[in-house]
């Protein structure tokens, strides 16, 4: 078993949908939880960042962590074509410059005008 | 992310040959991380390094890898004799000392002929 696992997508859909990206993890030492988008031929953006279970906010993108089923969500409202891209959930077990990062393989988004 | 700057871009090499990729962080940043991000994976953590010292190699190949950061000097990552398998997205990412966020930089392509 891969220590993250990411739905394998694409995934397809309107402007202005709710889009769901999910992972689930089997390393029970993750603690810190990390979305980036990465668009074609670019490096990974960070967009979202939380720190064991619950929920975060920052604009029309909500991340949550659910440590006790090992599964993490993003959240896209309002989702615009600009959104297009691909979507990597990141974890690690530290904080800090020590952090080793272990991904998902990416989902790629697609967002129809 | 476009403050780390990675270089070069785009590199083609033949097989047998020399690949050296180079990563200046982000200023301020005494961190750096090189990730491998192979065609449909996620990426891969290669190896983490300080000023003069690498800390975590865990995930280099033990063949035809290397990795240093020099007191001056952006960081380098080596790869001797390569071979078709080598190609792939390089990523170098940095964090400062007591930052939690890891910034990737826009990463070297290396195509093996």
């Known amino acids: 078993q891969k220590e993250v696992e990411q739905d394998p997508g694409p995934l397809s859909v309107p402007e202005g949908a709710i889009v769901s990206l999910n992972c689930t993890y089997s390393n029970s030492a993750f603690q810190y939880f990390m979305w980036y988008r990465q668009y074609s031929r670019k490096g990974p953006e960070l967009l979202m960042y939380?720190?064991?279970?619950g929920n975060k906010e920052d604009g029309r993108f909500t991340a949550q962590v659910d440590k006790s089923s090992k599964y993490i969500s993003l959240f896209i409202r309002d989702s615009q074509p600009s959104d297009s891209a691909t979507y990597l959930c990141?974890?690690?077990?530290?904080?800090?410059?020590?952090?080793?990062?272990?991904f998902g393989k990416g989902i790629t988004l697609s967002v129809r005008p | 992310n476009a403050g780390v700057m990675q270089n070069p871009r785009h590199l083609v090499r033949r097989r047998g040959q020399e690949a050296r990729l180079r990563c200046s962080p982000m200023?301020?940043?005494?961190?750096v991380y090189w990730y491998r991000q192979l065609p449909e994976e996620g990426l891969k953590f290669m190896v983490y390094l300080q000023k003069e010292n690498i800390i975590d190699e865990s995930g280099m190949p033990k063949e035809r890898f290397s990795a240093e950061f020099p007191k001056e000097g952006p960081s380098i990552l080596r790869i001797q004799q390569v071979v078709r398998g080598d190609s792939a997205a390089y990523f170098c990412a940095s964090s400062a000392d007591r930052g939690n966020t890891i910034y990737f930089g826009e990463g070297s392509w290396l195509t093996v002929v």
């Open positions: 939380t720190y064991s279970s």
């Open positions: 990141a974890m690690s077990a530290s904080a800090g410059a020590n952090s080793k990062l272990t």
């Open positions: 200023k301020g940043h005494s961190h």
